[in-house]
C-alpha cells in the first residue's frame, strides 16, 4: 500500500521560508516520478514543481528560482525548499508521484498516488 505522508506547513510571514517533506512508504522514489502541486481556495489544483525518476526537474513559472524540489532517495523522502514566500504563496500543498520510469511533470491527471496535504499560509 502507497503512502505519502507531508509534514513541514504552517504558518510564515511574507518573505520567509519553508520547507515540506514527503515520506514516501510502499513506494520507491528511485523508480517513480514525483511533484508537488497546491490547491488554494476556490482555485484548481495545479503543479508547483515536479521530478522525474531519473532527477530531472520541472518547475512552475510562477515559482522558478524561489522554490527548489529535490528528493532524497535512500530516504525515499521528496522535499520543497520554499524562499522569499509570498501571501499569494498560500494553499495546501500535497505530494505526488507515479510509479514507473518518468520525466518531471506538472500535469494533475498524470498523477496515480497523493499525500493528504500539508497547509502553508503566508502572511503579508
Known amino acids: 500500500q502507497v503512502q505519502l505522508v507531508e509534514s513541514g506547513g504552517g504558518s510564515v510571514q511574507a518573505g520567509g521560508s519553508l520547507r515540506l517533506s514527503c515520506a514516501a512508504s510502499g513506494y520507491t522514489s528511485t523508480s517513480s516520478r514525483m511533484g508537488w502541486f497546491r490547491q488554494a481556495p476556490g482555485k484548481e489544483r495545479e503543479g508547483v514543481a515536479g521530478?522525474?525518476?531519473?532527477?530531472?526537474?520541472r518547475y512552475a513559472d510562477s515559482v522558478k528560482g524561489r522554490f527548489t524540489i529535490s528528493k532524497d532517495n535512500a530516504k525515499n523522502t521528496l522535499y520543497l525548499q520554499m524562499n522569499s514566500l509570498k501571501a499569494e504563496h498560500t494553499a495546501m500543498y500535497y505530494c505526488?508521484?507515479?510509479?514507473?520510469?518518468?520525466?518531471?511533470?506538472?500535469?494533475?491527471?498524470?498523477?496515480?498516488?497523493w499525500g493528504q496535504g500539508t497547509q502553508v499560509t503566508v502572511s503579508s
Open positions: 505526488a508521484g507515479r510509479g514507473g520510469l518518468w520525466s518531471a511533470s506538472l500535469d494533475v491527471a498524470a498523477v496515480q498516488y
Open positions: 521530478i522525474g525518476s531519473s532527477g530531472s526537474t
